[in-house]
């Protein structure tokens, strides 16, 4: 993994989940997120939307914010973004199912969304 990929992985924090035991869902919505357009170099803004079903470890939120501020000057594509931020997740968290959902704001008259899911047993076995 490059060096700037574990860095930003790094910032995320977890906290115990005291009730492993159940299945819920947290929601977790991130209407100012920013990166870079890594082709033309225009910002791209976004909302992201989190969903998850922790098992015994949730994300701790200030930790979140910072971890998405660092993307304000990457330049990476809205596919491989949203991809890498569900990657970092299920890496810290492990949980039992994780949605994501990028939805960009539009440029030259072009919206985007990107929708990934992590699903622990099917991922598993593969």
């Not at 000057?73 to 890498?84: L, M, S």
């Not at 008259?109 to 990934?116: C, D």
Request: proline share 6%; hydrophobic share 35%; aromatic share 12%.
């Amino acid at each position: 993994m490059a060096k700037s990929m574990k860095k930003f992985r790094e910032t995320l924090e977890t906290f115990d989940n005291t009730y492993p035991q159940r299945d819920y869902t947290i929601e977790i919505v991130c209407p100012e997120f920013t990166s870079v357009c890594p082709k033309t170099g225009q910002p791209d803004y976004g909302t992201i939307t989190i969903r998850y079903i922790p098992d015994v470890k949730c994300v701790e939120l200030k930790s979140l914010k910072f971890y998405l501020q660092q993307f304000r000057n990457e330049g990476i594509f809205y596919e491989n973004v949203t991809n890498r931020i569900l990657d970092d997740l299920v890496a810290v968290l492990s949980p039992r199912w994780l949605q994501l959902h990028a939805e960009f704001t539009p440029r030259g008259g072009i919206s985007t969304n990107v929708l990934v899911e992590h699903f622990a047993n099917y991922d598993e076995e593969k």
